[in-house]
């Protein structure tokens, strides 16, 4: 009888480590949730005060807007650099005179 009881205290012991070690992993999970949560919180608010500020500024015109529509300008310059260049005397680059 002694045995039994004894057995049946040990079994409630390790039943309730184990249960111990289930709820320090719980909190610990929960720890680590609270501040994924906060540092998510905090790059949300980061994210909707750079959205008004971009709202509330006057609209600039973007570096690609500013260039010209027609691409065919960019390649009338260019055009002119490569007729210069094409019409320049070959370079004598020989070893012998």
Known sequence: ???????????CVFATVGHASELSDIQA?????????????????????RQRKLETEPAKQPAVAARSVNPGDSMAADYANYKAEYKKAPVDDRMTA
């Open 1 to 11: 009888m002694k045995r039994i009881l004894i057995s049946a205290a040990a079994i």
């Open 29 to 49: 999970q929960s720890k680590q949730l609270r501040e994924q949560n906060q540092a998510l919180t905090k790059r949300i608010a980061d994210l909707e005060r």
